[in-house]
């Protein structure tokens, strides 16, 4: 049997430890930080000009910490300021990525 099946299994990492510090595309952020559930969605929106990145829609913005953002679903807006940018992101941990802001 090769070596490889028997070393012990790795923990994996928490994810503080995959944030990032560039910014990264508004898509992949509202999906990773849960505000919209599928990275697909999250796109359809931003070509509906339903997001807007402080204060402007643009399809493919990248957000950075500090940016607020505001989500158009329907009658209903969120407007959530980006605290945290992650590759990756547990239940528990996306959450913490954002704060509603009003």
């Known amino acids: ?19 990032i510090e560039v910014p990264m595309r508004i898509d992949k952020f509202l999906k990773n930080s849960r505000l919209i559930k599928r990275r697909t969605i999250a796109k ?6 339903r997001i807007f990145i402080n204060g402007k829609a ?8 500090g940016d607020i ?15 945290v940018l992650s590759e990756h992101s547990t239940k528990e941990a996306a959450a913490s990525m954002y704060e509603i802001v009003e």
């Open 44 to 49: 359809e929106a931003c070509e509906q000009d």
């Open 69 to 83: 953002s505001l989500i158009q679903f329907g009658n209903a807006q969120i407007k959530a300021k980006v605290l």
């Open 1 to 19: 049997m090769p070596f490889f099946f028997l070393s012990p299994r790795v923990p994996r990492e928490s994810s503080a430890r995959h944030t």
């Open 58 to 65: 643009k399809t493919g913005s990248e957000v950075k910490v």
